[in-house]
Structures are given as C-alpha cells and as structure tokens.
C-alpha cells in the first residue's frame, strides 16, 4: 500500500525543485495544474502494465472474450452482459473479428461497435480483434485508425482465414499475422497494446510444433506484447507450450485460453473450427449425455476449474482468458469456484467511468445523469476535456443533444411489451402514473400483478442507497411527487462502506441529500412558498419544458453533493448539482416521458394524452440540503408543502 | 443573498445548450474546466464595481491614504501597518506619488514598489498615485507598463506641482491631470480603473471655482470613475461641492477626502501645502493646546467623527477617504467611533491571498508556508497560472530560489538586539535552542525576562487556533521536537468559527491534524520505527538539508489537510501537503536557521556553531493524520517515539 521512497543524497531535491525563479514561470505554462489523483491505477495505466503489476504483486486474473452479436436485440443483451460479467473484475475482455460481418462499419452489430461499447459505455479495458488477411493495407489502417479514435488500446493482430479454400500469399499483402504485427508498430508506433495468438498443439497449418513456435517468436520481436492461446484440454500441453516458448526466448506474458464445455453442439463447432482433436476420455463422458444440456454444463465446468486449478498451481500462469461463447452461467460458475470473480462492492468513484483514454482524468459529473450513466458519456462523447478535481463555473461545454433513443447501447432492455405490463397497458389519469412510481419504489407488484422493474429514467431496479429512502419516497410519489433521482445525506462514513462507500480504503465520503423529481404545476406554487423558510438552508432549481427556469443557486456556480477524503490525496467530488448542465437534462428527462412512456401507447389514445400532459405541464424539480450534518429536511420540505396545499 | 433568476420562455434554455453534439467539441475547449468558485467578490470585481456594489448594497465603508517612506526601515513599519489597518476592512488604500523620491524605480521606497507590496504581499486593493508634469509620454507610459506588470490596477490621475516657482504649459506635454486621464484611456484602454481629484473650494491656482468644477468635469469625461477629494474643514463644504458637480453633470462617486487632526505641526504644514485656509473655530481650539500633542489629537478625532456623521447622514456620502499621515492612532478611532472598522475574524480563505490579478483564482497552497504568506508569494511570483481546485499532481512548477532575506516585506518586523533578547545572547547546548522553542509557544518569558514573540518561522505570536494545541506543544518543544507549523484536526465546524472558521457562511470546515518540526537524526530513527505502527493513518515526509528523503505519500500525491463545504458551492481545499513543494519549502526553512538566527552571532562564536550544526544535522518532519473524525493521533505518536528513546 505505502510506497516508501527512502533517497540519498540531494540529487532528488534538486532534480525536483530546479529551476528556481528564473525558470518558474516556463515550467507553470507546461503543467495542468489540474490533475486527477490516482483514485485507480486502473485508469490510468496500459494493459499490458496492468499485467505485469498484477503478476509482480502476486494476483490472479482473468478476461473473457465475446463475439459479437447478429442482431440489435442481441447486442442490447450483449451490453447487459458486458456490465453483469464486468462486475466480476476481468482485467480485459475482447470482442472477435467477424470479416463477413463488416467488422469495422458503424452498425451495431460490428466488432469494431462492440468493443466502442464496451470501452466508452461499460468501462471496461477491451481488446479488439482484427484479421489481415485479404484486406488492403489501408483498409487495416483505416480499422486501426477507427478504433484508435474510439478509445481502443489494444489489438489482437491475427492473419483470419483466407477466403477460398486453397489461400495462396500475396506478394507484398497481409500474409501472417506478424505482418499485422509490424504494420501497427510501423504506423502507430507504441500506441496500441498488440497481443498474438499461441498455439499450443501447433498451428494446424503449420509445417510443424517447432515452426509454429518460431513464427510465434517472431510476431512477438515483431512488437507483440503478450499471447493469448487457443484453446487445449489438457493442462499440460499448455504447461509444455510455455516452457518451449520460454526455452526459445519468448518471455512476454503468455495466457491459456480456457474454453469451458458448455453443450455438445458448440463443442463440436468449435472443434471442427479449430480442427482440434478432443481427447478421447472427454468423449467418453460426453457423447453419452450429449442431449442433457445441463449435465453436460456442470462436466464442463468441473473440467475447467480443475484445469484451472493445475495451471495455476504450477506458477506458471497468473492469468486466465475464458472462451465464453457469450453465455454468462458457466464461465460465472468456473470463476467463483476459482475464487477469481471478485464482485468488489467497492467502486472507483460513485458512479460508473469510462475507458476511454481521454476520460481517464475524469471525476466531476452532474447527478442528474446517475442512473443514465451511457447517456452522460454519449452526450459528452465530442468533449475533448474532461472536468477533473473541479466541475468549474457557468461556462461549461455545451452537451450533445440525445436524439438517439434508439441507440441500442441506450435503449432499455425491456421490450415494449413487458415495459406496458409494468406502466400500464392503458392509464386513465394522472393518479395512475403516480402508481406506478409508487410501485417501482415499494417493489410491489401493480394492480396487473407486475413488478415495476425499470421507469424511463431507471433502467435497473432501485438502487441500494436509494432504499435507505424507500419509506419517504413512496410517500411522496403517491402524493405526486414523481422521484427520479435522489441521495440520502450522509456525513462521513468510511470509504469501504458496502452501500455508500467509494475510492481507496481509509477513507471517508460525504453526500448532501438530493432529491429530484416531476411535479404539478400546482405543487411548485406551494413548493416555492415553502421554500423561502429554506431558503439559506435548500438550493433548488425548478424547470418546466419550456425552459421556464427558477432558482437560488448563487452565480449559477455547481454545488458538490457527493465528496471523498482519502489518506495522502486531495479531495475527490464526483456529482455536483450543476444549474447549466441541469438544463441539458430537463431536456432528456422530459423527452423520455414521449420516447419511452407515451409512444408505447396510439396517438390520440387516452393514455398517451395523459403523458403528453404531464410532459407539457409538470415541473421537474431538484432540491439539495446543504446541511449534510443535520437530519435532512428535504422530506419536511415536501411535507410543509402538501400541508400548506390543504 | 439569494440570487433568484426567473426566466420566462425557453430563450434562456436553448442559449445555454445550444450547439449540440457536433458544436460540442469546439465549445469544450474554449473552457477551462476549472475555475473556482467566487468565494470572495472581492477577488473578481474592479474597485469600481466594488463600490457600486457596496453603495447598492447600503454598505458604508472607508480607504487609508499613505506616503511612501524615507528608510527601509519605516518600509518594514509601514508594511505591518498596512497589514494592521488592512485587518479594519479598507476599501483600498492609496499609495501617494513622490517625484522626489524616484517613484517609479525598484528602491524599497518608491511609491510603485510600496503599492506593489500592498497589492501583491498585503492582498490590499490598490491605487498608485501618478503626477504628469515635467514628464516625458515615455517616462509616463513606462510607469504605467510597470504598474500594470505588478499587478496594480487602479490609477490615481494627477498633475503634480510644477518643478519652477513659475509655471508654464508645455506644448503637446502633460499639462493637466486631463491629459494623463485621456492618455491612461489611449494607451491601456479600460485596463485601469482611474481616480481624480476634487477640490471643495476649487483648485488654488483655478480661475475661479465654477471655472474648476469644469476641470473635474473635463477629467471625468476624459474617462475617470471617480473623485477623491482634497481635505476640508466643514460637511458643508463637501455637500455644497458634491451639490455642484451634479449640477453640472457629474454623476460619478465622489468621495470625501477626511483629514483627522493629528498634531499641530502637521496641521500647519498640510495647509501650507494645500493652501487652505482653516477655519478660525478650529483655530481658537488648536492654538492653545499647540504642545499637546494627545490632546489635539482628541480634538481631531472628534472633530473629525462628528464631521463624518454629518456627510454620512446627509445620504449624499457612502465612502470616507482617510489622509493617514502614515499614522494608525487618529484614523483607527475616528473608524471605530462611527463603526467603520471591521475586524472580520472570517477570512475567505485559511491564508493571507494576494491581490495580483493573475492571482485571483488561487485557492490552493502548501501549508507549509502558512505563516510565511509573503514568502510564498514571492516564490511564486513568476508563475503564470496559479493552481485553482486542485494542487495538481508531483509536477508542480519550480519555487523562486529565496536568497533575498534581506528584501523589506520579508524582513523580520524586530530589529537586531531584540532577536538577541529573544533568542538568548549566548546559546550554550542544543536544549537551550529548545527553550527558545517552548518559550516561543508558552508565552512566558526567557530565562533573561523576555518574551519570545516572534521565531525565524513565524514573525508573529502565536496563532489563535495554534493555542489549541498549545499544551501538547510545550510538552513536545522541552524535548526537542522544535515545531514550526501545525494544525489540529477538525470535523466539521461551522465555518463562522471565529478561531479555525473561513469562508462564506453557512458551510462547514475541515482539518486533518498536522505537526512540522526540526529534531535530531536520533530522535528520526525512533519516530520511523514508531510510524511503521501508523502506516495507513499517519503521511510522513522527513527530509534532512542535504535532501536526504523519506515519506510514505502514495506517488507523491498532494494531501488535501485543509477543507471547506458551502452551500451551493463546489469544495474549496485550500491547504495541501505537498510532498514536491516541501523539498523547496525544506530549503527555505533550513536556511532560516542561518539568515535569522546563526547571522545574529559572530562568525566561529559558540552560539552560531550550534545553530550551525542544527541545521547541518537536524531533520525537518511533517506529520499528517488521515483521520480527521478521531481524535488527532500524532501527539501519542510523538510520545510513543519518546517511549522508545527510553
């Protein structure tokens, strides 16, 4: 934890503090005075360093690799995947190249999509594929061109199959994988992270085991930084590969590539693929249970952990990389018996980051995106500098307009129907609406017996800290108090609390109560009343669709509503309640009672008319406490209110 | 307080987010997201704006006129003087021009360099008087350069007495006040803000007074904001000249020019200079009591409280101009008398701020500094940016080497001999280095009868939140843990605290406990062994003059120890420990033991070698207690370092 520099001699001092006077003024213009403390190495450091800290500090790891989906739907899913199976703690995970599926266009389907996905919405370290082989060298370079812009760091350089059944090489074209290798350290220097492929039985078309392994060498002194392998049975061949590839000098990072048997059919796809051989005593076992999906998941997974076990065990392997087909329960299941998922409670900031280069000094955002964690990085994506240590004053930069509600990274993962079983298949007034912000906070089922698992605004059920406020908020959303955001105040409980807690360990994080919710022109009259008695005490602002806008905050400057003070750093505040941007979000906010709620229903019908109401005529409102010390007065505030309406 | 903005239609809205995604991008750089929060007006507005806001506002307020001194010796005096009556809450002060006295250069008595330390090392707004005649353009416009390089902002526009008994207009000269207005506005545009002079009863060497109000018409049409008027000797004199000017069209702020009586002597030769004719009721008082010196002064200040009454009564006056002779007795009573003076104990931030321009953003410093603020801005004086939000990371600009000990403002207020008294004579052992210490902290006197008040650290008593800790302290110092720096820790204290308070009101301040000090490698040894015990709770940085260095900071990161919460506001951490700045701060506090304390005894002499080898071989320590909410830990580690000693 502690990095104890002792250093002799004055040469540091002078090293450090040189310059003097004469020189102080150069040296301030080359410094963003500005910078983020390292809340998570992870943000800031390179795969292939990742790798090597976590192997010098003794840790185990594991990624995961996924294809890219064949349909939007499927791809909506996939998303959903990435952020459940990215909870586990994979150090990278890496999405396959798919040549007949334009892997580098902009649809949503493609590889190159995928891994932006996964990267800038989902925060996670991702490698992309990319194949060379009967591609021209501008088409590789505009691919890696591509993923550079989107964040991309790493590239698996593979050849790809050839495209007739007889491949004969290009003179001067993209013949190996090591020509992949040396065209992305020849145009983009030691930009990406670059990772080949290993073969531990031998590429099979390879002349030989030994020549394999000597064109693996040379994809790695071509510039390879670690090797990812294919997938084997036995953990000694694998153990047999490292050392051959140590005994000729590879010495890069080498991880076996695990593929945990999940049915008999993608065994068998996958075998053919690979045109390897399956060992005969898993044969044994699982041709005769070949229709019982199940029994064959839990051999499967049986297999991999002790294979697992083996390799790890010989010392040899820190890492392991999972074949998981894009399925979820086996690979889950291998890596909690292996102890390697680590759900860590624990986030980096309160609110999920990108990993996109440019971001990583990001640590400001406004509240109101907290449950719309992708829309805030779409919205932003043009952005070339991220708020870092202040979110600075009135001037900010101008957000995206979200148009783009059928973006799949955005959309919601219900499809419409379930969405009408929760908010209603026909809603007869207002009152009905507030049912079902009632029922989505209770956790009760609605008056069709469904659970009300997401709201336009929410896409996940309630949030853990939020049910610290569950009493309160059902209250008020029956009386009309529509709650879309919200935070109970909280005064210094330590970093590692499982609910509240954020950033490195030993330290403590504040949040002022937030509340932010839709409500009746009716109700903002009495509220605005009420709110003088709070006047010092309460911040608010209060918008309408139109624009109509009233506040007290002072110069329209950003007030912090969640900080962190940590040992040996200086003071993280990662939301604040910021009046301009807030004008960005009542835009969005407001459009997603239309493009979420009312276009599930006819135009013209009654209960679309009932939503185009309240989007034409509520008020979304937020309300801070500033005395995080005290009890929150934020639920008096609604009370004086509604006593002050009767 | 409250600044409530209501807006009607959705101009305002779309004003505000208008670009959209692809405008996004250009507009973000057009930021810097990092601007502070406008903690203090005061640092953002122009003296103009200032007074406009204070005369919206219905505030009263003063400024202090003074005249550069004659020795470096009354520089210092004057110096501590600014910082006392800047402690009453002046508007600004004024600094007069003295063509004699080669006003313009470098020597520490200039007029230029004495408004610069006011503005820049005493944080006070700032005019700098400026004659014209018998001045080339050049001359002029190098004056003006020079001012505005330093950080000076406001311009006092004056013709200044002609060099000749005989007076001749120059042609194309500066011959009139007039004409250095009209260039101030040709040639730095609205950069300055510009004062004129009145004349209650018309200028000396006017025409006539009608004749002269026209001059003051011409100056402030020329561009001036504002009149400062020549003394006088009756409220109706100034309220029948304030009538006049707005007669003809002056509507300008005009403020009365007051001069309290402070001695016969200076009576006379005022009105000499002024050619003014005083009154024969003020006359009848004065001459009779002519050798008596306190009660003139009485006189004076009566006098002068009753004549403020009536210009403040009248509704007309909003300001009062004080001629201070340099003098704080008179000034300083007639202020408090008519409840002017405003001792303030909340500063808008922890430390002493500097009224540079470029400086008024800053919001963040080492600590290490906090009782040498003039130091530390002179250190950073060439710095282009100043760090605002956040410290930044170990790369921090280079300090200005401090080898000018000798400069004025950095001077020790106390001559020789009384270092001598209060340092000892005669230093016989390290342990009688160590009482100077622990007198220093108790307040009592030295073994010779004297008190110790100042140390080479600190040139000032002890501070108030300092005596909190002022026990522990003693006890620590008799034992050789010679500090020199420290805080307690604080949870949360309401930031009008008067002792540890900052800041506006309503928020709330924090501290991490800290302790700085100079002890012997022994000691060192004893204290790392403990500290192993406190390793996640307690950042250490130990460093000795030849640089030696050890710490715990996690990479070198800033410590935050010092915080504000506000309503509606982002955080302000005023006070970092800065592991990079301490090396340079380390230089500057060793040397300290030489330029203040060894230099006051003869070379070879007993007492300097001993001041000698403490700096050789003593270290210089920080200590910081990551755990504010409990109870400030470092002083059971100072104690369990003892423990292990014995």
């Known amino acids: ?50 790798m090597r800290r976590r192997q010098e500090a003794g840790d185990r790891w594991f990624s995961l690799e996924f294809f890219p989906p064949r349909t939007a739907n499927a791809a909506v899913n996939l998303i959903s995947r990435f952020d459940r199976m990215g909870a586990g703690g994979p150090l990278f995970i890496d999405v396959t190249w798919h040549p007949a599926g334009d892997p580098g266009s ?22 992309l594929h990319m194949t060379c082989c009967n591609q021209t060298k501008d088409d590789i370079t505009g ?12 590239i698996m350089a593979l050849r790809g199959d050839p495209a007739g059944e007889e491949w004969e090489e290009e003179v001067d074209g993209f013949n190996y994988a090591v020509d992949l290798v ?161 759900e860590d409670p624990r986030r980096p900031l309160p ?31 043009e952005w070339d500098d991220f708020p870092n240590g202040r979110w600075g004053n009135s001037s900010s930069p101008a957000f995206g307009e979200l148009k783009d509600y059928y973006l799949f990274y955005l959309k919601s993962k219900s499809p419409r129907e379930e969405l009408l079983k929760m908010w209603g298949e026909e809603l007869t007034s207002e009152e009905s609406v507030f049912e079902v912000f009632t029922c989505y906070i209770t956790g009760e089922p609605n008056r069709n017996g469904y659970k009300v698992t997401c709201m336009p605004w ?34 210094g409980k330590p970093s590692t609390d499982p609910i509240v807690g954020w950033g490195p360990s030993g330290g403590y994080v504040f949040q002022k109560a937030y509340l932010e919710f839709f409500t009746s022109s009716e109700i903002v009259t009495a509220l605005l009343k009420v709110l003088k008695k709070y006047e010092l005490r309460v911040n608010y602002h209060i918008v309408n669709v139109k624009g109509q806008n009233i506040t007290n905050a002072p110069d329209l400057q950003p007030n912090a509503v969640t900080w962190g003070i940590f040992p040996g750093r ?64 934020l639920w008096q505030v609604v009370e004086d209110t509604f006593e002050l309406l009767n």
Not at 326 to 334: K, L, S
Not at 363 to 376: C, E
Not at 601 to 623: A, F, G, K, T
């Open 570 to 633: 200086e003071i993280i505040q990662p939301t604040v309640v910021d009046p301009v941007s807030f004008l960005s979000w009542k835009d969005e906010a407001f459009a997603l009672w239309i493009e979420q709620w009312a276009k599930l229903y006819e135009e013209e019908s009654p209960s679309r008319m009932i939503i185009q109401y309240i989007h034409d005529n509520y008020y979304l409102v937020n309300l801070v406490d500033n005395d995080f010390p005290l009890e929150n007065c």
């Open 182 to 342: 040396k065209h992305i350290r020849n145009e983009f220097d030691d930009y990406f992270d670059v990772c080949v492929a290993g073969y531990p039985k031998g590429h099979p078309e390879a002349e030989s085991y030994e020549a394999d392994l000597r064109h693996l060498k040379e994809k790695v002194f071509a510039g390879a930084d670690f090797i990812i392998t294919q997938l084997f049975f036995r953990p000694e061949t694998f153990l047999k590969f490292m050392k051959d590839c140590q005994a000729i000098g590879i010495t890069c990072p080498i991880i076996p590539g695990i593929f945990p048997i999940q049915g008999y059919h993608s065994l068998r796809q996958l075998v053919k693929l690979s045109k390897l051989e399956v060992p005969q005593e898993i044969k044994d076992v699982v041709e005769p249970i070949k229709d019982n999906d199940a029994a064959i998941r839990n051999y499967g997974v049986e297999l991999a952990v002790s294979m697992c076990r083996e390799l790890l065990d010989s010392g040899m392997v820190h890492g392991l990389h999972f074949y998981t087909l894009n399925r979820e329960v086996a690979t889950t299941e291998v890596l909690k018996r292996l102890g390697l998922w680590k």
């Open 351 to 381: 609110w999920a980051v990108s990993a996109h280069p440019k971001r990583r000094v990001e640590d400001v955002r406004p509240i109101f995106w907290a449950s719309r964690p992708k829309s805030y990085i779409y919205r932003t994506q």
């Open 1 to 50: 934890m502690v990095n104890e520099t002792q250093q002799t001699g004055s040469g540091s001092s002078s090293s450090r503090s040189d310059g003097g006077s004469s020189s102080g003024s150069e040296s301030s213009k080359d410094n963003s005075r500005c910078s983020t403390p390292v809340l998570d190495a992870d943000r800031h450091e390179r795969l292939r360093e990742k």
């Open 143 to 154: 691919h890696l061109q591509k993923a550079k812009r989107l964040g991309l760091k790493n």
């Open 458 to 491: 929410n896409d996940d059920p309630l949030a853990t800290e939020t049910n610290l406020l569950k009493d309160q908020l059902e209250k008020v959303n029956r009386r009309g108090i529509l709650t879309i955001n919200s935070q109970p105040n909280i005064n």
């Open 106 to 127: 902009d649809k949503e389907t493609s590889s190159m999509i995928i891994a932006n996905t996964a990267v800038n919405y989902c925060g996670l370290e991702t490698i």
